[in-house]
């Protein structure tokens, strides 16, 4: 049987991948996970005993741990789901963020570049490390330039940013030196069940449902490409499986929206589920608060080449996907309060002001 090391794979994106493969394929799946704030066992407690599924705790900085686990369990195929990804954080915090996406990869490359050397024959020819990447590293764009593809020149602007260029520089550079077969996706803005509430979609969801302010930055027309994370998960599984070895392929939804756009259409669909008697709009609920420093204005991702190459394509429409989000929080309220710990409810205040 197959093994594959999904590193971070507790997290929203990563449990999903996970959840898609343990579904779907007949493999086993070795998964690495520090368990920081958003790394939630509960995201894998319907495969926590599946006879394919492997969890070890750890981080991919620590060497000699990534040493062990890839001898052990001898992975045909390495996917690096773990990173610090929230801006905010980076910009309040960004020595984790180093630590995670540069040092963390670096290491991780390293012990990842020694067990491939070690393999033989089909083995090492088929075998692959995928790095999981965001369209944050290219920067933003203006109101009326083309969406980003895989030759555009990165020019992060935050901590969180320049510290994923980081790591995509050091996986392109571990192939161009050592031969190493990666491949990196980077993807655009995602949503869906069991994101950490501190990112846009499940704050305003949860917020909206407690009545409680729903914070806006700026102006909130900052726009972003959004991405359901099934359709996101499928696209990484396609670049594992038939991706040209050294290539970046971008993964995007083809759906630029506003930020405020965003909340409004959460508030719709909270007004249709909710029904609550007197009707109040939830968007009567939207606060406008100071902008975070140096927030990209826009991002839009080109998804052509993963469309041309491979022949993928998201299924969820933004609105078809957002009613689905919307729902699992409404139907999962012991998982929101598994994750709402004191340092959650401390990073609101600081960021958003009272609750």
């Not at 915090?93 to 491939?116: K, S």
């Not at 990666?182 to 009545?211: A, D, H, W």
């Not at 699992?328 to 959650?344: A, F, M, Q, T």
Request: charged share 25%.
């Amino acid at each position: 049987m197959e093994t594959i090391l999904v590193t971070g794979g507790a997290g929203f994106i990563g449990s999903g991948y996970v959840l898609r493969q343990l579904d779907l394929s007949d493999v086993r799946v070795v998964n690495l996970d520090l368990l920081t704030y958003a790394g939630n066992p509960a995201n894998l407690a319907a495969v926590e005993k599946h006879p394919r599924y492997v969890f070890i705790r750890g981080d991919i900085g620590d060497a000699d741990l990534v040493r062990a686990v890839l001898n052990e369990y001898r992975p045909a195929a390495v996917l690096n789901f773990a990173a610090e990804s929230h801006v905010d954080r980076s910009i309040a915090g960004p020595a984790a963020f180093m630590q995670t996406n540069v040092i963390g990869v670096f290491r991780l490359l390293e012990e990842v570049r020694r067990y491939w050397e070690q393999l033989h024959g089909e083995m090492s020819e088929s075998f692959r490390f995928l790095h999981v990447s965001t369209d944050e590293v290219y920067g933003s764009l203006g109101p009326d330039e083309p969406p980003f593809h895989e030759a555009t020149p990165y020019a992060p602007n935050s901590p969180y940013s320049a510290s994923k260029a980081a790591g995509d520089h050091l996986v392109r550079a571990y192939h161009h030196t050592y031969g190493l077969p990666v491949l990196t996706t980077n993807c655009s803005n995602n949503y869906g069940p069991r994101q950490f509430p501190e990112k846009l979609i499940p704050l305003m969801i949860l917020n909206g449902l407690e009545g409680k302010p729903l914070p806006v930055y700026g102006d909130g027309l900052n726009v972003r490409d959004w991405i359901f994370v099934d359709d996101h998960c499928a696209a990484v599984e396609m670049v594992l499986n038939n991706g040209r070895v050294g290539e970046t392929y971008n993964i995007g939804g083809g759906c630029q929206k506003t930020n405020l756009e965003v909340v409004r259409a959460v508030c719709d669909i909270l007004d249709e589920v909710r029904g609550d008697s007197p009707f109040v709009p939830h968007a009567s609920q939207i606060r406008f608060v100071g902008d975070r420093p140096g927030h990209d204005r826009r991002y839009a991702v080109d998804s052509s080449k993963i469309e041309r190459e491979l022949g993928w394509g998201p299924m969820e429409s933004f609105e078809s996907g957002l009613r689905k989000t919307v729902r699992w929080y409404l139907d999962n309220p012991s998982w929101i309060d598994s994750v709402r710990s004191g340092e959650y409810r401390d990073w609101i205040r600081s960021h958003y002001g009272p609750e």
